[in-house]
């Protein structure tokens, strides 16, 4: 039963991601971007230095947080939280980049409206698998 609640799951993220992103598309008149998947797609050179920066900060976070969570009792829910925090960030300084430096400048959007989404999906799946302990 909990592989099915997953399966379900993360077919409702991955369509909700797509039909957010289509229907932002649309709205906003914003054309497909060629991505090469699994690269990271950085606008200039300072936002690859930024993007790295960050990424070893976020590393580091969450090594610390996991010893927390090992050794101290700390809840899955803390390690989640801060996953998702330094996803936000990380795609907040990528909206910045694309609003600012690139050549397509509507596709923050695009990143500001993926990343609230996925916050959202991540708020939900902690209730609904019950990571924070209410009860329901």
């Given amino acids: 039963m909990f592989g099915l609640k997953v399966a379900l799951f993360l077919a409702v993220l991955f369509g909700g991601m797509w039909l957010v992103k289509w229907t932002l598309r649309k709205s906003f008149n914003i054309e497909k971007e060629k991505k090469v998947w699994f690269s990271y797609n950085h606008v200039n050179n300072l936002h690859k230095k930024i993007d790295w920066g960050l990424r070893i900060v976020a590393m ?54 993926e990343i609230t989404f996925l916050v959202m999906v991540v708020i939900i799946g902690i209730i609904q698998f019950d990571l924070v302990n209410l009860q329901f």
């Fill in 60 to 113: 580091l976070v969450m090594f610390m947080v996991l010893y927390l969570m090992i050794f101290k009792g700390y809840s899955v829910a803390f390690y989640m939280l801060t996953f998702v925090t330094f996803m936000f960030i990380d795609s907040s300084v990528k909206a910045f980049f694309q609003w600012k430096y690139s050549d397509q400048p509507k596709q923050w959007i695009l990143t500001m409206g």
